[in-house]
Structures are given as structure tokens and as C-alpha cells.
């Protein structure tokens, strides 16, 4: 079985500060995709960032960054320069590559103050 | 063009009642998903569809039967409705591997 934890049901950041989102995750097996999704008020799921288990390098897209550590089931993601409309509710999320199945962490609202 | 399109997208209903949402890709994945968020915004699988063969069924009440009549199709129909139904059904869509595509959600309340 595999289980995906956010341990920060709520953080906050201040308008251009930076701030780490945490997930640690589960799983038996080697291969397979990490995500970040995040989720506005709009409730549409937007993928963020993803990454290779078998990738060493993190993936980074603009302003966001992993830190995937794979020995320790890690993977955190830096948004740099926040910005207003970067608030929502952001979601780590796993897949195996030979699975049908995409487990998501419990959430963590993400709210950017001016 | 919207890649995963479901519809409605709110649904009001009473108690007792059943209904339909349907659900639409056309990006040519092979997998099709439907997930149920929770007020505390948890999402949780229901229902994997591979090729239109049932991959994933979760531990989901049989008064859910999802149904698909094609690869591009995923509907989900739901008989005698309870309160506790009431919820955000997402519907989404991956490649073999992959990251999933979903659509905009369905926000259903049971009166």
C-alpha cells in the first residue's frame, strides 16, 4: 500500500518570501511519479510540478522547486518570490509507473499575506 | 477545447433521488478516474477504469456505479442519495504513466 502525509494543515508566507511545503510518502516500490497539485478557490486541480523517482535532479518549474530525497521518502516543494495568487490549497500526490492508482497527502492551505 | 469536461458542475438534489455526472476526455489516455473530496478537502480514489476495464473499485457504497462506454467516457451514477454524498466529484484522466488531468469538479448537495 502506499500512503502520502502533508504534516502542515495550514502555513503562511509573506507577499516575495519563500516558503517549504513538506510530504513524506510511503511506498514498496522503486519506480514512480511525484506531484504537487495545487487547488484554488476555483476548486480546479492544477498540476504544479512533477517528478521521476528515478531522477536524480529536482524538477524545478519557475518559481517552484522539489527537494526530492528518495532514501528518506521526501519530497518538499520551495515556492520562491510568493505571490497573491499562489494562495490555495496545495496537494502531494503519488503514483507507482506500473499503477492506476494517485494517492494524495491530507492538503495544506497555503495563505500569502500582502 | 477542455482537456477533461464533467458535467454539471453543481448539482442540487434531495434525498432519495438519482443522478448522473458525466465525464469526458479528450486527450486519448487510457485511464480514467473518479475521486470524492470531502469538506476536509481529503481526495480519495473511487473508481480506476483502464481501457474501460474496472482496474480500481474502493471501498465505495454499491449505490455508486460508475460506467464506461467508451475509452473517452467515464460517467458516474449515483441511486437513492444520502446527505453524506454530498461532496466535490472530481474526474480525471492519466497516460499509461503520469500525471493526472482533471476536470473542474462537481459540487453535490443531497437536501
Known amino acids: 500500500a502506499q500512503t502520502v502525509t502533508q504534516s502542515q494543515p495550514e502555513m503562511s508566507v509573506q507577499e516575495a518570501e519563500t516558503v517549504t511545503l513538506s510530504c513524506t510518502y510511503d511506498t514498496s516500490e522503486s519506480d514512480y511519479y511525484l506531484f504537487w497539485y495545487k487547488q484554488p478557490p476555483s476548486r480546479q486541480m492544477i498540476l504544479v510540478i512533477r517528478?521521476?523517482?528515478?531522477?536524480?535532479q529536482n524538477a524545478t518549474e519557475n518559481r517552484f522547486s522539489v527537494n526530492f530525497q528518495k532514501a528518506a521518502k521526501s519530497f518538499s516543494l520551495k515556492i520562491s518570490d510568493s505571490q497573491l495568487g499562489d494562495a490555495a490549497m496545495y496537494f502531494c500526490a503519488l503514483i507507482m509507473t506500473s499503477g492506476s492508482r494517485l494517492t494524495f497527502g491530507e492538503g495544506t492551505q497555503l495563505t500569502v499575506n500582502p | 477545447d477542455t482537456a477533461v469536461s464533467q458535467t454539471p458542475k453543481y448539482l442540487v438534489t434531495q434525498m432519495g433521488n438519482d443522478k448522473s455526472i458525466k465525464c469526458e476526455q479528450n486527450l486519448g489516455h487510457d485511464t480514467m478516474y473518479w475521486y470524492k473530496q470531502d469538506s476536509k478537502k481529503f481526495l480519495k480514489i473511487m473508481f480506476s477504469?483502464?481501457?474501460?476495464?474496472?482496474?480500481i473499485n474502493e471501498t465505495v457504497p454499491n449505490r455508486f456505479s460508475p460506467k464506461s462506454p467508451d475509452k473517452a467516457h467515464l460517467n458516474l451514477h449515483i441511486n437513492s442519495l444520502e446527505l453524506g454524498d454530498s461532496a466535490v466529484y472530481f474526474c480525471?484522466?492519466?497516460?499509461?504513466?503520469?500525471?493526472?488531468?482533471f476536470g473542474q469538479g462537481t459540487r453535490l448537495t443531497v437536501v
Open positions: 477504469y483502464n481501457n474501460k476495464e474496472l482496474i
Open positions: 517528478q521521476e523517482a528515478y531522477k536524480q
Open positions: 480525471a484522466s492519466s497516460p499509461s504513466t503520469g500525471y493526472a488531468f
